[in-house]
């Protein structure tokens, strides 16, 4: 089970941050990832992070804005967002891709559990 908490307004330029807190007692053997979807949108990828943090990935547009980290020990991960611009703005869903892996932290389609949505807004 996956818990996303941290949305809110902010402001344009302005940062907010994140977290997805998960159930159980292997997270460290998962790959995580946030996702966010704006009204109308498909659901896209923003960021991911390998089980042990040792890698992350970015979508190309929070690239130097956005920083995804986890905690093993509190079993949980991390999305600060800073500079936010309003096209930032949707709900933001953390997911959670467990063993055997998919072939991409790119793919949506490649999680297995995904959190309820935490709404980010930007105002210009």
Do not use: H
Not at 70 to 79: F, M
Not at 82 to 92: F, G
Not at 97 to 117: A, M, N
């Amino acid at each position: 089970q996956l818990q996303a908490s941290g949305g809110g307004l902010v402001q344009a330029g302005g940062s907010l941050r994140l977290s997805c807190a998960a159930s159980g007692r292997t997270f460290s053997l998962y790959r995580m990832g946030w996702f966010r979807q704006a009204p109308g949108k498909e659901r896209e990828f923003v960021a991911a992070v390998s089980p042990i943090g040792s890698s992350t990935y970015y979508t190309d547009s929070v690239k130097g804005r956005f920083t995804i980290t986890r905690d093993n020990a509190k079993n949980t991960v991390y999305l600060q967002m800073n500079s936010l611009k309003p096209e930032d703005a949707a709900i933001y869903y953390c997911a959670a891709d467990l063993p055997p892996y998919s072939d991409s932290y790119y793919w949506k389609e490649g999680y297995d559990y995904w959190g309820q949505g935490t709404l980010v807004t930007v105002s210009s």
